[in-house]
């Protein structure tokens, strides 16, 4: 049995590693009191962030970077050498759309960034000339800004965001590069970027078609406060992922019980055999296990946060055996027991 595909998607939110909250406010010039405090009203329990397994909501981590920004005067909470006062990104994109291609507007992003770190953020390599394709290569200034997890994928992210802004449309992004530290969050990275990613690159940047920087900027000045507001929603939501493991998170998404196939029947469903379908997915850095998951941990945070279903309906919509096995995975996935994550997540 199936139910419709697009009722029940709305209902999946990606829950967000832990790690990138604590890295989101460990490096403010803030009191550990003050620190405790935006996290709790972010709805954060601050001991979570001792521990890299934990994850929390979307709504949760939004919240703490507009805490954060506030609470520290800084748009780029601390990891740039100069304090970024609140207003500036949306005063910088207003004056990329002023501008007449999307490579002059990033040009600019990167100058603004200098002017506050005192070094260019990233480089753009056309060594193939106009015909070849754009490299953009992050290059962090620091040994700490190397080492981040979080300010990689902010920073690339909202490239590709901004750049689709400016030109009206989604740029015809080819590939995603991140240094091999990253494969841990493989799924995450899979998940926003909308793509599997390459792990292994050092520093990290993107490929873009050849062009890409060549577009026109058709954003209007005035709508730039406007996207501004939007643009951590942006880099905290799922593009929809392409090829096989879209396929299998379709057709899990649309089975009664929710996700409950096995992977032999996931993969006669897709025309293929298991061992191709394992295959398939073990090149972007997935499993069937994983994946169903995933999908699971993301449905129950959803339907803890929006619905008031009890444990045992929640354990029986996921195809649990029992409300203690639920509770046990859910532990599992988020580090906390489901009953405390839907209070702190309300």
Excluded: K
């Excluded at 990104?89 to 291609?101: D, F, I, V």
């Excluded at 690339?156 to 841990?184: K, N, S």
């Amino acid at each position: 049995m199936t139910e419709n595909p697009t009722v029940l998607r709305r209902w999946i939110t990606p829950t967000i590693p832990v790690r990138f909250a604590r890295e989101l406010t460990d490096r403010l010039p803030l009191a550990p009191e003050i620190l405790r405090r935006i996290h709790q009203r972010a709805g954060i329990d601050p001991r979570l962030l001792e521990a890299d397994g934990p994850r929390i909501a979307p709504l949760a981590y939004r919240r703490l970077q507009r805490l954060a920004v506030g609470a520290a005067g800084d748009e780029f909470l601390g990891h740039l050498a100069r304090p970024v006062p609140p207003g500036m990104t949306a005063e910088l994109l207003r004056l990329m759309a002023h501008l007449p291609s999307t490579g002059h507007a990033i040009d600019a992003a990167g100058r603004m960034i200098r002017v506050f770190d005192g070094a260019l953020p990233w480089r753009i390599d056309q060594a193939d000339g106009p015909a070849g394709p754009v490299r953009l290569q992050l290059t962090p200034r620091t040994a700490a800004q190397g080492d981040a997890l979080l300010m990689p994928h902010l920073i690339l992210l909202g490239l590709i965001h901004v750049i689709g802004w400016l030109a009206g449309e989604a740029p015809p992004l080819r590939r995603v590069m991140l240094p091999e530290r990253f494969a841990a969050l493989a799924a995450e990275s899979t998940f926003l970027f909308g793509r599997p990613v390459e792990h292994g690159a050092t520093p990290g940047g993107l490929e873009f078609a050849p062009g890409s920087f060549a577009l026109p900027v058709t954003a209007r000045p005035d709508r730039a406060g406007a996207f501004t507001r939007r643009l951590v929603e942006l880099m905290t939501a799922p593009t929809a992922p392409a090829g096989t493991e879209a396929a299998l998170r379709h057709l899990l998404a649309a089975t009664r019980p929710f996700a409950g196939l096995s992977e032999t029947v996931a993969a006669r469903a897709l025309g293929m055999s298991r061992a191709t379908l394992a295959r398939r997915l073990a090149s972007s850095g997935m499993s069937f296990r994983g994946i169903r998951d995933e999908l699971r941990r993301d449905l129950a945070c959803s339907l803890l946060r929006r619905t008031e279903l009890s444990l045992a309906d929640i354990a029986d919509r996921l195809d649990f055996s029992e409300p203690s096995a639920f509770q046990r995975a859910f532990r599992q996935w988020t580090g906390q027991p489901p009953a405390r994550w839907r209070r702190l997540n309300r």
